[in-house]
Structures are given as structure tokens and as C-alpha cells.
């Protein structure tokens, strides 16, 4: 399970933790999230012996394709987050309200029924989705409702990585990540605790505290 969290814009630091030993057992400072860090992070842990069986990641792009060989779970929350930035709580469109209620099944779904539904809404919407609107002057155009069409797309590309943990149910493989989430919230809540720490020394301390995962 990797993922990266941030104090400031340019300082991250890189973890990867393992659900079912419920440790953190790799992490490194980065100046950004890149999938590349994931890339160094599997090599590394992969020559120190460790084996990758499956792996849940925060549906950023890019990031399934570091665990192409293996199954890969995309975080429910982090799917149904992005969905909800394009559409908000409230959407103002019936489509964006009934796509809307077709995310907010997700967690309690399966991929066949899921399917259906997403597949329905666009055989429904898809004319609207795919509504253009010209730059009056120009030869330029934009869709019309690109928000919902985003969120439509979003729901789209990460649909076979939605329900892999249905289908590995012997590697007991979460929907979300919300045990390295968590674990990140406590980490920065006492780190927090220690103001005025130079960047070396601040990097001990939330590296001690990983450790004691």
C-alpha cells in the first residue's frame, strides 16, 4: 500500500506499508509525488527480498502501472472523493445528480452491478457528456458539461480497478486506504507537536515514528 504525504508543497515523504503485517516497511523523503518514487520504492523493497501480491493505491495516474504484474486495488474513498470534486455534494444537472448516486453505491456494490449502472447513465447521458460549445471568433470548442463528463471518464478509466478485491478474496486486499491515511494523520498530529525542527531532524522523527508501525 503506497502512498505519500506532505508538509508544504516541495516536502514529502514516500511509504510503503504492508496491510496485513500492518507495518510500514519502506520510506524515503521526496520533493513531490511522482510515480517514479514508486517505481524506486518497489525496486528497492523487491531487492531486499520482499514480494508484492497485490496492491492498493489512491487512483493517482500513472500509479497502477508500477504494479502492472500484480492485482491492484484502487482506494473507494480517494474514487468517490475525485468523483465528488467534479460534481460537488450538491450536483446542479440530473445527470450529475444520478451519476452522483450511482458513486455513492460503490462501496456496498460488485463489479457486474456497478457496470450496469455506469453503463446505463451513459447510454442515457451520453449525448449530453459529449455536448460542445464553440468559442464564438474561434475555431475553438469545449464540452459543455465537462465536470460531469470528468467525473463520468474518472468512474470510466478506473473501473477495472475498482472491485479487485472481490476477485482476490484469499489475499484479503482492502477498498481503501485508509490504514496508511490514518497513519498519516497521527504521524503529522505529533509531529506537529515538535515546532521549529530543522528539515534533517524532522525527518528522524517521522522516520522513528514509522518505524514503531
Not at 457496470?115 to 442515457?124: A, I, R, V
Not at 474561434?138 to 468512474?155: E, G, I, M, P, Q
Not at 477495472?160 to 472481490?166: A, D, G
Request: charged content about 25%; hydrophobic content about 35%.
Amino acid at each position: 500500500m503506497p502512498d505519500t504525504t506532505f508538509w508544504g508543497r516541495s516536502y514529502g515523504v514516500c511509504v510503503f506499508r504492508s496491510w496485513n503485517l500492518k507495518r510500514n516497511i519502506w520510506w524515503n523523503e521526496v520533493p513531490g509525488e511522482k510515480v517514479a518514487h514508486y517505481y524506486y520504492g518497489r525496486k528497492i523493497l523487491e531487492e531486499g527480498g520482499w514480494v508484492f501480491l497485490a496492491a492498493v493505491v489512491d487512483g493517482r495516474r500513472g500509479l497502477a502501472t508500477v504494479f502492472k504484474d500484480i492485482p491492484v486495488q484502487i482506494c473507494h474513498f480517494h474514487q468517490m472523493k475525485n468523483v465528488t470534486k467534479y460534481l460537488t455534494r450538491r450536483p446542479e444537472t440530473l445527470a450529475g445528480q444520478e451519476l452522483r448516486n450511482i458513486m455513492l453505491t460503490l462501496p456496498k456494490s460488485n463489479e457486474k452491478e456497478f457496470t450496469k449502472f455506469l453503463n446505463d447513465w451513459h447510454k442515457q447521458w451520453k449525448d449530453f457528456i459529449n455536448e460542445k460549445t464553440k468559442v464564438l471568433g474561434t475555431k475553438h470548442w469545449y464540452y459543455t458539461h465537462k465536470k460531469v463528463r470528468s467525473a463520468y471518464k474518472s468512474l470510466e478509466t478506473n473501473l477495472p480497478f475498482l472491485f479487485t478485491y472481490q476477485k482476490y478474496p484469499e489475499l484479503n486486499i482492502p477498498n481503501t486506504t485508509n490504514t496508511i491515511d490514518g497513519y498519516f494523520a497521527s504521524v503529522k498530529k505529533k509531529v506537529a507537536a515538535h515546532h521549529g525542527l530543522r528539515k534533517d531532524r524532522r525527518y528522524k522523527v517521522i522516520s522513528e515514528l514509522l518505524n514503531k508501525s
